[in-house]
């Protein structure tokens, strides 16, 4: 399967630079550039790619509204990889509740980049990294947020302990690993929580883990937690 990509940056080095490693790549087609985020919400709505990669800080429409308007229009099947820098790391939240589904430093390297536009344009979310993990960890305790609606009373134990491996970055099968549970186990109980909690997808579990309390900061994990 080739993914079909379109690369959105006002920086044309830096624009260029991206299509021309994207296209060394036999599974990796880039269908379409663009050189601020209007253009972006246009090329992807003629082209109707697999993945758009945004960068952040974009003249006209910048990357969080463009990820939001492709997402939209495509109902999730165009997925948004987000291009930011140390000096950006505050719109990390935003863009993850734009529909965001990934973040790529702009000095990542070539194979980083690769990994990453695979991973995102699969569906999963890219937040392993220890760096994008501290960034909305940090973002989200200083976000002043109204309480939310969903509440962790709502979710089993076992589903509260999935929410919280995802939180902290574990694939289906690393968490069957942790949980001494099988990967279909595992799958069973991300479809239940999505569907109880109104998640499309892990990016959006994230943001709720730590909205919910269940992941702080620090990496400390809550003591009390509902029992399944």
Known sequence: MVIRAIVADDQAVVRTAFVNLLGTQDDIEVVGEAEDGVQAVRVAAKQRPDLALLDIRMP???GIEAAREITRA?????KAL??????????VYDALAAG???FLLKDATFSELLHAVRVVAEGNALLAPELTKRLIAAFVKQRAAPVPVRTVEELTGREVEVLVQ???GLSNAEIAERLTITDHTV????????TKMGLRDRAQAVIL????GLV???GRRPDSLPLA
């Open 60 to 62: 006209h429409k910048n």
């Open 74 to 78: 495509s109902g999730g099947t165009t």
């Open 82 to 91: 987000m291009l930011t820098t140390f000096g950006l790391d505050e719109y």
């Open 100 to 102: 965001a589904s990934g």
């Open 166 to 168: 995802i939180a902290q």
């Open 187 to 194: 799958k069973t109980h991300i479809n239940r929580l999505f």
């Open 209 to 212: 883990a730590y909205e919910l």
């Open 216 to 218: 702080v900061p620090q």
